[in-house]
C-alpha cells in the first residue's frame, strides 16, 4: 500500500530562516508524489509534486522539494520563510491501482513562522 | 487554472437533520469526484469517490447510508450527511481530477464545508 509519513506534528521557524518540513515515502512502483498546503478553514492548494526528472522540484510561493529515492524522502524546503508561509503543510503520494487519482495523505505538518 | 466550489462554506445543523453540501467543477467537467473528511488536527481521509452516473464508491468504514453522495452532472456531486449527529461535525472537502496541457490527472480541491452539529 503507498503511504507516507510526516514525522513532524510542527515546525516552528524564525523568518528569514530556511525551513524543511520533512515527509518519507513508502511506495511500490515509481512514486507520484505532491506537497499541497491548507490555510485557516480552506481547502489544500497545490504546492509542487514530483512524476520523474530532476530531484529537485521547485513549486509556488518559493517552495521546494528534493526527492531522494535511497532515503524515500520528499522534504519540502524553502530558502527564507516568511511569517505568511504559517500553514498546515500535506505531503501526498498518488495510489498508481486507482488510475492515479487517488491521493494518499501524510498526517500533516504544521509550520509557525514567528517575525 | 480549474476551480472546484463548495457550498455552503459553513452549516449548523440540529441533531437528527439531514444536510447537503454539493462540490462543483467551475470550469471544467468531472466524472469522478473525491470527498475527504478532516478531524482537527488530523489529516484528511477520503470517504468515499463520487462517480458521474453511477453509484457512488465508499472507502471502508465509511457508512453508505449516513452519507450519501450523488454525482448529478459532470459537475456537481453532492454529499448528504443524514440523521446528523454531533460526532459528524467536521470539516468536509471535495476534490476533483483535470487534465492541464495533455498531462496527468492533477486533483484540484474545493475550499471545504465547515459543518456543527448541535
Known amino acids: 500500500a503507498q503511504s507516507v509519513a510526516q514525522p513532524e506534528d510542527q515546525v516552528n521557524v524564525a523568518e528569514g530562516n530556511p525551513l524543511t518540513v520533512k515527509c518519507t515515502y513508502s511506495?511500490?512502483?515509481?512514486?507520484?508524489l505532491f506537497w499541497y498546503v491548507q490555510y485557516p478553514n480552506r481547502g489544500l492548494q497545490f504546492l509542487l509534486k514530483y512524476i520523474t526528472g530532476d530531484n529537485l522540484v521547485k513549486g509556488s510561493y518559493g517552495f521546494e522539494a528534493e526527492f531522494n529515492k535511497s532515503q524515500t524522502s520528499f522534504h519540502l524546503k524553502k530558502p527564507s520563510a516568511l511569517v505568511s508561509d504559517s500553514a498546515l503543510y500535506f505531503c501526498a503520494v498518488r495510489d498508481p491501482n486507482t488510475g492515479f487519482q487517488k491521493l494518499v495523505f501524510g498526517t500533516g505538518t504544521r509550520l509557525l513562522v514567528s517575525p | 487554472g480549474a476551480v472546484v466550489s463548495q457550498h455552503p462554506s459553513r452549516v449548523i445543523c440540529k441533531s437528527g437533520t439531514s444536510v447537503k453540501i454539493e462540490c462543483r467543477s467551475l470550469d471544467f467537467q468531472a466524472t469522478t469526484m473525491f470527498w475527504y473528511r478532516q478531524f482537527p488536527k488530523k489529516s484528511l481521509m477520503l470517504m468515499a469517490t463520487s462517480n458521474e452516473g453511477s453509484k457512488a464508491t465508499y472507502e471502508q468504514g465509511v457508512e453508505k447510508d449516513k452519507f450519501l453522495i450523488n454525482h448529478a452532472s459532470l459537475t456537481l456531486s453532492t454529499l448528504t450527511v443524514t440523521s446528523a449527529h454531533p460526532e459528524d461535525s467536521s470539516f468536509y472537502i471535495c476534490?476533483?481530477?483535470?487534465?492541464?496541457?495533455?498531462?496527468?490527472?492533477?486533483?484540484?480541491f474545493g475550499p471545504g464545508t465547515r459543518l456543527t452539529v448541535t
Open positions: 476534490s476533483a481530477p483535470a487534465r492541464r496541457a495533455g498531462g496527468p490527472p492533477e486533483q484540484y
Open positions: 511506495v511500490s512502483g515509481n512514486p507520484y
